[in-house]
């Protein structure tokens, strides 16, 4: 069986939050692909809401982990992809519903605003919780329709 491949991309000022997630995404047997910031130079948050992006829309990974400062500019920039439905949660409340009502593809957090322990069980439980379909599918499938899914 091959294990989902996470993505992972933040700017300078989710630096540290990515790092931590990588290393729980290993520990828990995903394979983690890293597309920076690698340094904390300063950089522009909308760079790497693209290369999620264009990573999921590849299919070299499942589904993303982003981080910004807050994490509201990252996901305003990521959902601007049809095909990217980017959370920004701040607690295990949103980090289930996210997924289990939205099909979420991508969480976002922010690096700044989230505690390192929250952020961790949003993490866990995101990649853990099903896509409940039912009526929550045909709401989906709505932001397809309309070209934004």
């Known amino acids: 069986m091959t ?3 996470i993505a992972l991309a933040s700017d300078h000022g989710g630096l540290e939050m990515k790092a931590m997630v ?3 995404l290993q520990e828990k047997g995903f394979g983690v ?8 130079q300063s950089v522009d948050y909308p760079d790497f809401a693209v290369a999620m992006a264009q990573v999921l829309k590849d299919g070299r990974a499942t589904r993303g982990v982003l981080m910004c400062g807050s994490g509201i500019g990252i996901s305003i ?3 601007r992809f049809a095909h990217v439905r980017a ?8 980090a289930r519903m996210c997924r289990l009502h939205n099909d979420a593809n991508v969480l976002v957090l922010g690096g700044r605003t989230t505690g390192p322990e929250v952020a961790k ?7 853990a919780t099903p896509f409940e379909g039912g009526r929550h599918a045909r709401r989906v499938a709505k932001l397809a ?5």
Do not use: T
């Open 33 to 40: 692909l890293d597309l920076g910031a690698h340094d904390g």
């Open 77 to 79: 920039a990521a959902n």
């Open 121 to 127: 069980e949003c993490v866990e439980i995101f990649l």
């Open 145 to 149: 329709e309309n070209g934004q899914a």
């Open 3 to 5: 294990k989902d491949i």
């Open 87 to 94: 959370a920004l949660v701040h607690d295990s409340y949103g």
């Open 22 to 24: 990588a290393a729980l």
